[in-house]
């Protein structure tokens, strides 16, 4: 019985905002979730409960409304930093890697490289964080019984913070390695910090060594602010003793005689216990200047720990909280405590990184997370941390017990491709791609339009300096389309004083679903990564996007934003083929996951496979143990032979149907 109690203490402390991962939790069951299937009974990635809409708002949001815009940024005030399309990456956390990204550097699950290759193309390439709080108890290992890359120890599923130990082999390592010379995937991870007197920093000696320039940095220590209240530090651990730690964790690696970058990362708060303040008040950022690759924190809006564990009180009900995801505070909320810290980032010349983050800690609620409702938050979360300076934000990936993954793969004892579910946030990081684009230099203002109304916020995007992109929201539900909105764009020329900018023309792809409620319906440029147990990590269908005349003698044109629904203006030609890959390259769905590679190439994939935007370089071979590929420059020894496996590429040539 002291476990029960202790436990009360520790937790009953937790505010309502905290993160917290959660470990081998039994199957999340709610009265009210469907099954699709008995064998999937429960795991609440694959949770099928659908929520209503919110009510309306009282009173409603005009639907007619003006922007008015300069087509230069010269005289925009308040525009971000210079972002990349990059932005939104994933966070996978360690435990699940075998789950979600492969099981050993020749056998990577193909549903995943598609995703990654559909990011890279629209934002020249990928950030991925493997870590998480199991990355603190992890430990590289020489080998492992039955050739495995990772194993889990058991623990004690009603204990929120006991966090289990994992052992993994290099093997892991030549996985993401593998990967990266496959599509553009850059690797963030984490060096162990449970035991700071006994470092483990062979992750950091390896990490360089087979990653090489496809390694962007190593987080030292996942929420330390909470490692006291989860029993990992002693009572009175406080900023400064972080601080120590995180010094003797760059002397160590120093000792190690290794090559590395300067790019160790902290202090990834969860913003619980200490708020980032507290980290910059020791000296952090000068002491360690030398070796600071980003500054982090983690942060999720909300939890559901109260649905999993004893001591958090009543479980919240889906239903009402939904509506607390459906307007443009609940990104600002989150954000308004780091708007200080993005800015001592900018001055110190580091980026600023929301590490991890997602619906909710715990797993997520059911019905929220799996929404399209979720989709619009992400957007207008994502670009609002986009607005206030931050680099780069990372959505969070927890496997098959969690509700919010942008993509979840099928229980590993079914089979292993085409079958994979991609949750509704997904469409957010193409979205937000496509909205920053790949030139590393697009700055975007939150429009506060429609006279800042909540439910209606857009954004301008100044890409180079000339006005490229809108993104608009409407978070509201209403299939009649009495509550679809309609804004008119005026634009002035800006540098050139005329008073009339306006173009031709202008394009629009929408994201759309019937009701923030719906998981399965979501389309993006009437495009669709399949309904559940349906996606190979491809787009399917048409590519649609839209025309829109301009009336230039009137200086005006006209957007549509459905409700629900995103809009992306494509203000030129131009920034819609950046935004728009031509061709995409996309990976067998047969051959990585059998053996040895007998079947490889779909004839179908073959007819179509004559372009060849992403795949200069890419060779493959039908027959084990045979490639034909030359040495890519730089890569590792070993990041080549993966190739041989990969033989089906595919690059499917986009029709874009224009719809005047
Ligand atoms: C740190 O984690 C390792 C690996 O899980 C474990 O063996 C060790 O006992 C832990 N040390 C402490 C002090 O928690
Ligand atoms: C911003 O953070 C710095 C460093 O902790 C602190 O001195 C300053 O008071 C903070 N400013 C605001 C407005 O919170
Ligand atoms: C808007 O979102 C905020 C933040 O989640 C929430 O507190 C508020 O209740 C929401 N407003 C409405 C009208 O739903
Ligand atoms: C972001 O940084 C730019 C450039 O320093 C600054 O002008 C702008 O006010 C910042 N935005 C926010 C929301 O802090
Ligand atoms: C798959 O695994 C689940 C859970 O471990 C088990 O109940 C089920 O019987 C397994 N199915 C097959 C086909 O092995
Ligand atoms: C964008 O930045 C990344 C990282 O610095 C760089 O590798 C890439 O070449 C840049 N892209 C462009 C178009 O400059
Ligand atoms: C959404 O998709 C589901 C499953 O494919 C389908 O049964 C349902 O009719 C669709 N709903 C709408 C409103 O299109
Ligand atoms: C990779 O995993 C597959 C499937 O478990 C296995 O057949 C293969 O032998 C493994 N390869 C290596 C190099 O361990």
């Not at 709610?30 to 009510?55: E, F, K, N, Q, W």
């Not at 890697?97 to 890279?120: D, E, K, R, W, Y």
């Not at 009701?515 to 491809?538: C, H, I, L, P, Y």
Request: charge should be negative; glycine fraction near 10%; include cysteine.
């Amino acid at each position: 019985m002291a476990l029960p109690t202790l436990l009360f203490t520790l937790l009953a402390a937790l505010g309502g905002v905290q993160a917290v991962t959660v470990y081998g939790q039994t199957p999340l069951v709610t009265a009210t979730s469907l099954a699709p299937g008995a064998s999937y009974t429960g795991l609440a990635a694959y949770d099928t409960r659908i929520l209503d809409p919110p009510p309306l708002p009282e009173p409603r949001p005009p639907t007619q409304f003006g922007i008015q815009l300069s087509a230069t940024s010269n005289n925009v005030q308040g525009l971000s930093i210079p972002l990349s399309g990059a932005f939104y990456g994933f966070s996978v956390e360690m435990s699940v890697v075998t789950q979600v990204i492969g099981l050993n550097g020749s056998f990577i699950h193909p549903p995943f490289l598609n995703m990654m290759s559909l990011v890279a193309e629209r934002a020249g390439r990928v950030h991925v964080r493997v870590g998480g709080n199991t990355q603190d108890f992890a430990r590289m290992v020489p080998s492992l019984a039955d050739g495995k890359a990772i194993e889990k120890q058991v623990v004690n599923t009603n204990n929120p913070t006991q966090t289990p130990g994992l052992l993994y082999t290099t093997e892991i390592l030549y996985l993401l390695s593998n990967i990266s010379s496959l599509t553009n995937v850059k690797w963030y991870l984490g060096v162990p910090l449970n035991d700071s007197t006994n470092l483990a920093l062979d992750i950091v000696e390896w990490g360089e060594r087979i990653l090489g320039d496809s390694l962007l940095g190593f987080q030292v220590g996942n929420e330390p602010d909470l490692y006291q209240r989860h029993g990992h530090r002693v009572e009175g651990y406080g900023p400064f003793d972080y601080f120590g730690e995180f010094g003797d964790v760059i002397a160590g690696i120093k000792a190690l005689n290794v090559d590395t970058a300067n790019n160790l990362i902290g202090p990834s708060l969860a913003t619980g216990d200490w708020y980032p303040e507290d980290i910059w008040n020791t000296g952090f950022i000068p002491a360690y200047t030398e070796s600071l690759g980003a500054l982090t924190v983690e942060h999720y809006p909300d939890d559901n720990c109260a649905a999993l564990y004893e001591g958090f009180g009543t479980p919240v009900d889906p239903q009402q909280e939904f509506a607390r995801y459906l307007n443009h505070t609940a990104g600002k909320d989150i954000v308004s405590i780091y708007l200080n810290s993005t800015n001592i980032a900018q001055q110190a010349g580091k980026p600023f990184i929301m590490f991890e983050t997602n619906t909710a800690s715990c797993g997520g609620f059911p019905g929220i997370s799996t929404s399209f409702g979720a989709a619009l938050w992400a957007i207008d979360y994502g670009l609002t941390m986009a607005y206030s300076n931050f680099t780069h934000a990372l959505l969070h990936v927890g496997g098959q017990n969690v509700y919010y993954n942008p993509f979840t793969a099928v229980p590993t004892n079914q089979s292993s491709f085409n079958e994979w579910t991609v949750g509704p946030i997904f469409y957010s990081v193409l979205a937000v791609a496509e909205t920053l684009g790949s030139s590393n230099n697009s700055r975007i203002i939150d429009l506060n339009q429609n006279e800042g109304n909540i439910f209606t916020p857009g954004y301008a995007v100044y890409e180079n300096d000339n006005l490229a992109r809108l993104a608009l929201i409407n978070f509201m539900t209403d299939s009649s389309g009495a509550n679809d909105y309609t804004a008119t764009i005026s634009i002035d020329g800006g540098e050139s004083g005329q008073p009339n900018g306006t173009p031709a023309q202008i394009q629009v792809k929408y994201l759309v679903a019937p009701s923030v409620g719906d998981k399965w319906n979501v389309t993006w440029g009437g495009q669709s990564m399949g309904g559940q147990f349906e996606a190979d990590g491809r787009l399917k269908g048409e590519l649609k996007i839209e025309t829109i005349q301009c009336d230039q003698q009137a200086n005006i044109c006209q957007v549509k934003v459905p409700a629900p629904g995103f809009a992306l203006v494509f203000m030129t030609e131009e920034a819609m083929r950046e935004s728009e890959p031509a061709s995409t390259a996309t990976f067998a769905t047969t051959a990585i996951t059998k053996a040895k590679n007998t079947a490889t190439i779909d004839q179908a994939v073959l007819a179509t496979s004559n372009g060849n935007k992403g795949m200069q370089g890419r060779y493959g071979s039908t027959s084990a143990g045979s490639n034909a590929a030359p040495r890519a420059a730089g890569a590792y020894p070993g990041a080549v032979a993966l190739l041989a496996v990969v033989a089906g590429a595919e690059v499917v040539r986009r029709a874009i149907s224009r719809h005047v």
